[in-house]
């Protein structure tokens, strides 16, 4: 057996999460039940920012949050922390520059903008880099979720992973199908709460077997070698403050401002001020909620150290290990597996309805072809198969990845949200026209140019890209529109 299994017993596995299951349909069944297209895809803009702030403090947080963050800082301290910086400031520039203008222009799908200003190879572009960009991290997120299960659970009953993902990814099918973005604000709430229960509980357990008081272990934070935030001394480095706080505005500004999942969200807010509202106290409230996961990075190692728990080949099975079968008690244990299972049904959720919108909406075309009742069936079989779809992807990655699941998501990312920075970016700084047909080559190549510039600068100079990747991406992706641009108008 992988040492890393927890001995929690598989009945008060399956306990807490039929207990989370049933809370997550109830709350997914009460705004469900007399919902449409416009439900689904916008909740009708009618969401109190209040609720929308409450409900994004969880939506930012996954599976990978939630296990990979406290692992992370024996290699990489509170280095993340500069990169929290850097998101900080990247939601201001959402809320102030790209929140009016998808409001102003009434958007279902936010990369209908490239048709308007461009022309229909531009939306269908930025569209399919969306889709492949939404389903390749998704599933990387979903898989380890299913990475954890199959350790807690469906090895101990002989179900392989694939069955694992199936019936994970028909879970969120089931809690998704009919509601939509609605359903998905009401199960963030869930996630919030059942998130911060679970942080506050494990670090209370912690310092009772400790017998540490508040203080003491703040001071235990403070004075660890973990705890170090800034690192200057090395500009190659990945870790490097500017490299990281520079990457995080960027990656912010693509990943939530220009993802149709986080923001179909942030639209679903009365105004643009409330989503202004939402937005800036969410990624305040994200520093803070962040900070706590890394001091409780310390504190799980400082509790290893102290009972002589063997530490997992992966820092990210450390949380899982201390939480399910550290010697913390049982209620812990069941109270993280909630927590885990609500940060990934939650995100998996809203992955799924926002590549379901745009699938239908950018891809398909379906408004425009379809009535309000052919609509209807067109979202819900093409939900039914992105699905399926998901849970295919999920079981590839069972079998193939072998890195660190954090980083692997952000250099995907770095790739395939490059053009459609890059897009944006062109379309809002220049009033260029651009022969539409076309478009699809510099975003094909920008990340074909950037992963050869990222080799160079190794091979070359030994300096290494990390996660500034992404401007460069972006940057290869404007000069190739420049190329494309109508010189006669």
Request: glycine share 8%; hydrophobic share 55%; with cysteine.
């Amino acid at each position: 057996m992988n040492p890393s299994v927890s001995p929690l017993p598989p009945l008060l596995v399956l306990a807490a999460l039929a207990c989370y299951g049933l809370l997550l349909f109830a709350v997914a069944y009460l705004p469900a039940r007399r919902v449409g297209n416009a439900d689904f895809f916008t909740a009708e803009r009618r969401t109190p920012w209040y609720v929308a702030w409450w409900a994004m403090i969880g939506a930012a947080m996954s599976g990978i949050t939630f296990v990979s963050v406290p692992g992370s800082v024996a290699a990489d301290a509170f280095s993340y922390l500069q990169m929290m910086a850097g998101f900080t400031v990247g939601q201001f520039i959402v809320a102030f520059w790209l929140v009016p203008l998808f409001y102003r222009l009434r958007l279902t799908s936010i990369y209908q903008y490239f048709e308007q200003r461009f022309g229909p190879g531009a939306h269908r572009t930025g569209a399919r880099f969306f889709f492949l960009s939404k389903m390749s991290v998704a599933a990387l997120k979903l898989y380890i979720v299913c990475a954890v299960l199959q350790e807690l659970l469906f090895d101990r009953f002989g179900i392989p992973f694939w069955g694992n993902a199936l019936l994970t990814m028909a879970v969120v099918w089931g809690y998704t199908r009919r509601g939509g973005v609605r359903t998905v604000i009401h199960a963030d709430l869930l996630k919030t709460v059942v998130l911060l229960a679970t942080l506050a509980v494990t670090i209370a357990a912690i310092l009772a077997q400790l017998d540490l008081s508040v203080g003491e272990a703040w001071r235990e934070v403070v004075g660890s070698p973990f705890s170090q935030v800034f690192f200057f001394d090395d500009p190659a480095s990945d870790r490097c403050f500017w490299k990281m706080f520079v990457a995080g505005i960027v990656l912010l500004v693509a990943m939530t401002g220009l993802d149709q999942d986080l923001m179909q969200c942030n639209l679903t807010c009365r105004s643009v001020g409330d989503a202004q509202k939402n937005i800036v106290l969410t990624a305040f409230c994200q520093f803070i909620v962040i900070g706590a996961f890394l001091a409780l990075g310390v504190l799980l190692y400082r509790y290893a150290a102290a009972t002589g728990l063997a530490l997992p080949a992966k820092s990210d099975r450390l949380f899982p290990l201390v939480a399910t079968g550290g010697g913390l008690p049982v209620a812990v244990g069941m109270l993280f597996v909630a927590g885990f299972a609500a940060s990934s049904f939650s995100a998996a959720g809203s992955s799924l309805t926002a590549l379901t919108t745009s699938f239908t909406i950018d891809l398909l075309d379906g408004a425009r072809r379809h009535g309000e009742a052919g609509l209807l069936r067109l979202r819900r079989r093409v939900h039914a198969a992105l699905a399926l779809g998901m849970a295919a992807l999920v079981t590839v990655f069972g079998y193939v990845a072998d890195e660190s699941t954090i980083n692997l998501i952000f250099k995907l990312a770095g790739y395939t949200y490059g053009p459609i920075l890059g897009m944006f970016l062109f379309g809002t700084w220049t009033r260029c026209r651009l022969r539409d047909r076309w478009v699809w080559a510099p975003a094909v190549a920008a990340p074909l140019l950037s992963a050869l510039l990222q080799w160079g600068a190794g091979a070359w100079f030994g300096y290494r890209i990390g996660f500034e990747l992404l401007l460069y991406n972006a940057a290869f992706t404007m000069a190739g529109l420049w190329l494309l641009r109508e010189r006669d108008r």
